[in-house]
């Protein structure tokens, strides 16, 4: 098979770990006869040192012309970087909501899955992480708070901050259909997060799932308020299966789920629209801290690769291979710096890339 990919490396860590998912997709197109033809597009901190833009219109069209986006991470130092003294849209992080809104990509899959192999990275108690857990967080992802109007102003003398929350049931239900699906795939149980005791988008989010879960009787359907489901996921994270949520609750949740996993350098993400054509990215952010060192973890970029594989051009054996190579180094005992034990011995991100490409 012929892969066009549109390969956005960004800030930060961004490229570190990008060029070794691409090494990884290369030990896969060498083994099972695929070709990856990439294309390097800027967004983000670097677009904006080149053309004063986050993301230019040009780039949304080569996205767009493509099979599928890989994305590193975008943004710097919001304390320090001189993007941050920009007007909010031209930050680095408006170029990531305008391909997210531009591109149609409503539904975020961010399946956070605890290795056994990782079991001591996992901060909760031993009772806890002993029993595990493998979750898919689905995120509505072009709506809610991040796209509805907002504003400051001056009323009656006192300076005030508007940011609204909207969702049509449109909106809500190809998720909802969405995350049925995968349900279906999976343990078949979806819980519903929202603030129904407070906010009316959440009970017409609750409205319209449960008209969607009427569809699929042979999927457990439950709704838990996000306050109860950001203590539950640490206090018995075992009981998710789909969690299916708003973009905001989403954004929280999902940080959340990736560090009870060991790391946020973990968490893979795909996000979706109607079609085949996705944008794969790590769940994790650019983290200026510690970019250029070689020490960030690849596997969540990697891991995102697979995703790719698997939603966009169907290849499951192959994503298979790099979801079983990723097993085969954690069980073989090797680490980046920020899943491994005190005094365990660590790899560099560019080999930590290179030990999964050899095992696919
Ligand atoms: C994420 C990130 C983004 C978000 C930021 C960088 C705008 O935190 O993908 O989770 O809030 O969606
Ligand atoms: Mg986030």
Redesign the pocket.
């Known amino acids: 098979m012929n892969c066009n990919i549109a390969v956005i490396k960004g800030d930060g860590i961004g490229p570190e770990v990008v060029t070794e998912a691409m090494k990884v997709l290369d030990a896969v197109g060498k083994k099972f006869g695929h070709t990856f033809n990439y294309e390097q597009l800027l967004m983000g901190g670097c677009s904006i040192d080149k053309y004063g833009d986050p993301l230019t219109d040009e780039t949304v069209a080569i996205a767009k012309s493509k099979d599928a986006v890989l994305l590193g991470s975008i943004?710097g130092n919001t304390q320090t970087s001189p993007w941050y003294k920009l007007p909010p849209n031209k930050r680095p992080?408006a170029g990531?909501?305008k391909i997210r809104k531009e591109l149609g990509l409503f539904a975020n899959l961010r399946p956070a899955y605890l290795y056994p192999e990782l079991k001591e990275a996992c901060p909760l108690k031993e009772s806890v992480a002993e029993r595990g857990f493998d979750m898919m967080i689905m995120r509505e992802l072009t709506g809610g708070l991040y796209f509805g109007e907002r504003y400051t102003k001056e009323i009656d003398g006192v300076m005030t901050a508007v940011d609204t929350l909207t969702y049509n049931e449109n909106e809500i239900r190809r998720i909802a259909v969405k995350g049925f699906d995968i349900a279906m795939k999976r343990r078949k149980k979806v819980t519903l997060v929202d603030k129904a005791n407070v906010l009316d988008s959440s009970r017409l989010w609750r409205k319209v799932t449960e008209e969607v879960a009427k569809d699929y009787p042979e999927v457990e359907y439950e709704t838990m308020l996000v306050d109860n489901a950001a203590m539950q996921l640490v206090k018995d994270p075992a009981q998710f299966d789909v969690m299916l949520t708003e973009n905001m609750f989403g954004?929280i949740l999902?940080d959340e789920a990736s560090m009870i996993t060991g790391s946020i350098g973990m968490l893979s993400s795909a996000s979706l629209n109607e079609t085949k054509f996705g944008l794969y990215e790590p769940?994790g952010?650019s983290a200026p801290d510690i970019a250029g060192q070689n020490i960030a973890n690849p596997i969540a970029t990697i891991l995102s690769a697979a995703m790719m594989l698997r939603y966009t051009f169907d290849l499951d054996k192959e994503a298979d291979a790099i979801e079983n190579a990723v097993k085969k180094v954690l069980e073989e005992g090797y680490r980046t710096i920020d899943i491994a034990k005190p005094g365990e011995p660590q790899v560099k991100c560019d080999e930590m890339g290179t030990l999964i490409s050899e095992r696919i």
Do not use: A, H, K, V
């Open positions: 943004g992080e990531l909501l954004d999902s769940s952010g």
